[in-house]
């Protein structure tokens, strides 16, 4: 059977390398916490090594967070909420 897309899982990725998580990562790791109920228990979180994003001229741009396939520079919790809520939204 073919499940509706408000029951797919939204997959987000933060970036825990040294310059991500310097950068504001760690702090990343409690969207959980923000979102409510309906919506915390659709994602899953989990914690990537370096993306190699954070090289050359993008170093600024830490920490990287992807949501599925959406990826966020200079991420933020309010940030992450958003995208997460928009692709729920879908
Ligand atoms: S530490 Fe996050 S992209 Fe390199």
Do not use: W
């Not at 990562?25 to 090594?49: D, Q, T």
């Amino acid at each position: 059977m073919e499940r509706s897309n408000h029951d797919r899982k939204i997959h987000v990725v933060i970036c825990s390398g040294t310059t991500c998580y310097l950068m504001g990562a760690a702090e990343l790791f409690g969207i959980e916490k923000a979102l409510e109920e309906s919506l915390a228990s659709r994602i899953s979180i989990e914690g990537s090594p370096c993306m190699n994003l954070c090289k050359g001229g993008s170093y600024g741009k830490a920490p990287f967070v992807k949501v599925n396939d959406t990826l966020i520079a200079t991420a933020t919790v309010p940030k992450v909420i958003e995208e997460i809520r928009r692709q729920a939204a879908m």
